[in-house]
């Protein structure tokens, strides 16, 4: 259940009809020795939050007031830099001992909601149910480090034809939402016939490729199959409650599932043998090469390898400490945008490996002891360590 701040975002959020939701990284809380510390806001979304264009050779100014969530009022700036080599958008000044920019909201969510031309609301959402709650209530999934809400648009994708083609023929047959497996199954075809470079993209890029691919037509069936319901008549509070609870529980639910299948996909390609969720000290979501060599004590316990996946990780890290006892190092695969350094070191010094997709390791601080694994390093090594 979402917290009361969560509450107030999505209620903001629609109320006014717009939302920028941004996940803070390093580069935000001045800690990747930017020019200047503050929000980066998305170039593509200016017109979000401010009516100058993204021109180059100058800068511009946008005195703007800004109300937090626990009340303060700042009074704020968005600045455009366009002179030399900058191009960016800065959100800027927020007076002493602001709360909300520090090394500790590192990985925590921004939403940022225009409630008229010169003022704004704006939350920080620390907790992990919070943040997928925003996402699933506002239907806005997060593949980036960034995404961005408008009442009655569409979430901009670049999508080519060929794909709307495969999914829009594949969303007309449905009469009922199939599983999540044939969901990713689905847009692993329609990628695998519409982008002919796929094949030879890196592993990072295919498993970023397709998730952003399976969101898009996952949000072609909801639409499909769910106008009948938005539109009924209900019956009672009730009705429309248990409605919105099964549209928003649907969306956390597939997002994670993705995930995991889309990885399996990956370690298919790479012919490295695994097992999906094998009884074995709990239930790890991947075991290499499997629950035979995992009991087998004659088997080498380095040749052995667990794989935790979670779109987010900020707090459901340690869960994987406690599977699969057997495996001393522990790996985890996130594509969470941006995690604080301190959290970062107690993965570290629990023995705790992450993979993040290479596009989302800028979002991440640069000064802790942990050492990023890309999901093609992730396969390189495990190959190596079975052929070993």
Known sequence: MASSIADRAISDARR???????????????????HECGYYLPKSAWELYTQHPPDKDVNYEDAIEITWQDGRITDSRIKWYGVGTRSEYRLTRFGKDF??????????LLVLVRTGTPSFSAYVLDLEEDIADVQAELGVE????????????????????????????????LDTFPGTAEFSTKALEAVRNCIHEFASETADERLMRLMTAEYRLFRMAERHLCQNDIQRL?????????????????????????LENHFEHILNDAHIPFEVRPLVDGRP????????????????????????VKTTCKD???????????????HLLTI??????????????????????????????????MTLLTVDDFVTAIRHTLEG
């Open 16 to 34: 006014f009809g717009n939302a920028l939701l941004k996940f803070i990284s390093p580069n935000n809380v001045g800690q990747t020795g930017s």
């Open 99 to 108: 709360p909300y920019l520090t090394s500790g909201n590192i990985g925590d």
């Open 142 to 173: 997060i593949t980036g480090s960034w995404g961005i809400y408008q009442a009655g648009a569409e979430v901009a994708e670049d999508i080519d034809d060929c794909l709307d083609r495969h999914f829009r023929a594949f969303t007309l047959s």
């Open 234 to 258: 209900f019956k009672s509070i009730d009705d429309f409650l248990v409605t919105a609870a099964t549209i928003m529980n649907r969306r956390k639910a597939r997002a994670g599932r993705s």
């Open 285 to 308: 979501d991947i075991i290499i090469p499997g629950k035979k060599e995992y009991y087998d004590l004659h088997y080498p316990t380095e040749k052995l390898i667990m794989v935790g």
């Open 316 to 330: 459901r890290w340690r869960q994987v400490l406690n599977e699969a006892r057997r495996v001393p190092k522990k």
């Open 336 to 369: 969470q945008p941006g995690i604080s350094g301190a959290q970062l070191n107690e993965m570290h010094e629990a023995g705790v490996s992450l993979i993040v997709p290479r596009v989302l390791q800028k979002e991440y601080p640069s000064d802790s002891r």
